[in-house]
């Protein structure tokens, strides 16, 4: 396979009211068969990007390893000119960190994107990429589709699937219970736990895709297809960002349902906001992300940039920290890599300890879930999301990974609870509802 090339952008139109419509431009532009992206900043968000596109499935990912971040990222206010979308599943990671892994065969998975639409949410500006060469043809495809008739809203589904358990709830509050067994050993301070439901194959995947975005949006969404692989997801979570020689994360540890009041809502993201168990959780991982951007940062530049921050989204209120770090010359998106994935948030702490425990404890692969997604830029950028709240979609079922941080303090049947709040909005996107007990931790609304 070619490498991919450098995409030249042309601004297509300014979109008036700044709300152009992604959601048909992609279902127009790339609603066939293929292998396709879109990284999708949310229901009409007021800043921030959109990015769809095409391109062809990379076998071989040392060429998105090798790229360099510590130079200086080109001057366009474009995030996006060339390069690779895709993911990294939660396995690879793990064993490159020397983890034992339930599946060793999970692989990278990369697009090579020959043609992409990038959208400025900011001021409504559409700009068609593509290589030089290329770049009038595509510009023509692009503006046709625009002028499309915007798509009728998916239909809600009926909900008539339960799904299928990895674990049941006294299993999982069980787990729990060995999680902090192991805390107060000493063998690790921080469990991310995680559990899978599991559901039939949806017919259209895309169409799944649309209810999720429209329940739950989210700025770091997106979908993904190569093959009969489909990543559908409503991310809050930026994992890495990279540009001008720096890096960041921004851990989500600390969840709370939203509130069937205003006064209800308050009182819970005030809740979080306070909360000692959650605070304790959330700066557990800022800072062993501190710790993990240090080993391929400038000695004295790793920053908090923000500490416990609540994020309120239409499901739930999140705890939110960033940390940020200026790169060392020389750095690669692989040794990026290395240092930071899996993430912290996904597995506890300290991290080489906790994945061995919760290889242990889970017994199964997690997959695509727990892992990243997003773009790697020719030019060194890049912006990757966390794979939480998310369907993955393969050639017989469809699954929902769910989990959340343990520590000493930590109430099992609450730690149920929040995977129940966690996986209810995918699985409903899906036509499915949670098993029973699953379904009778939900908070009463």
């Not at 895709?86 to 990278?108: C, S």
């Not at 063998?187 to 895309?206: E, G, I, S, V, W």
């Not at 309120?312 to 990026?336: C, I, K, M, N, W």
Request: with cysteine.
């Amino acid at each position: 396979m070619p490498a991919p090339l450098p995409l030249i952008a042309r601004l297509l139109r300014v979109v008036d009211d700044r709300r152009p419509d992604v959601e048909t431009l992609f279902a127009r532009l790339f609603g066939g068969a293929g292998d396709v992206f879109w990284l999708d900043a949310g229901i009409d968000p007021q800043g921030g990007w959109s990015l769809i596109g095409t391109g062809f499935a990379d076998p071989d990912p040392s060429a998105v390893r090798a790229v360099g971040l510590s130079t200086p990222a080109r001057t366009s206010r474009i995030p996006f000119l060339g390069g690779w979308v895709g993911w990294l599943p939660y396995e690879h990671g793990a064993a490159a960190n020397g983890a034992p892994v339930a599946d060793t065969a999970a692989k990278p998975t990369w697009i090579g994107v020959t043609g992409a639409v990038a959208v400025d949410h900011a001021t409504g500006e559409v700009h068609a990429l593509a290589p030089a060469d290329e770049l009038d043809t595509w510009a023509r495809s692009v503006s046709e589709a625009m002028t499309a008739p915007a798509l009728e809203p998916a239909a809600v589904p009926a909900g008539s699937q339960i799904a299928t358990p990895r674990h049941g709830v006294a299993e999982y509050t069980a787990l729990v219970e060995e999680c902090r067994s192991a805390i107060r050993r000493g063998d690790a301070y921080q469990l991310c736990l995680t559990t899978r439901f599991t559901t039939a194959r949806p017919d259209d995947p895309f169409v799944v895709y649309r209810r999720l975005r429209a329940a739950t949006p989210a700025h770091h969404g997106g979908y993904l297809r190569v093959g009969e692989q489909h990543v559908l997801s409503a991310s809050p979570e930026q994992f890495l960002a990279t540009g001008d020689g720096q890096a960041s994360t921004s851990p989500i540890k600390g969840t709370r349902p939203r509130g069937a009041t205003a006064e209800d809502d308050a009182r819970l993201a005030d809740e979080l906001r306070t909360d000692v168990k959650e605070r304790a959780e959330n700066v557990m991982i800022v800072d062993l992300m501190r710790n993990d951007l240090s080993h391929v940062g400038v000695p004295g530049t790793v920053d908090v940039e923000r500490l416990w921050q609540v994020e309120t989204y239409p499901a739930v209120h999140q705890l939110v920290s960033t940390v940020s770090v200026r790169l060392r010359e020389g750095v690669t998106f692989g040794d990026l890599c290395d240092a930071a994935f899996p993430a912290g948030s996904m597995t506890g702490a300290p991290k080489l300890s906790a994945m061995t425990i919760l290889h242990r404890l889970e017994r199964a692969p997690r997959g695509i879930y727990s892992g990243c997604f997003g773009h790697v830029g020719l030019d060194g950028r890049v912006d990757l999301a966390m794979v939480i709240r998310t369907i993955v979609v393969d050639a017989d079922s469809a699954s929902v990974g769910a989990g959340g941080g343990i520590t000493w303090l930590s109430q099992a049947e609450a730690e149920a609870a929040e995977v129940a709040t966690k996986a209810r909005a995918p699985l409903a996107a899906l036509g499915a509802q949670l098993p029973q007990p699953w379904h009778d931790l939900l908070p009463v609304t």
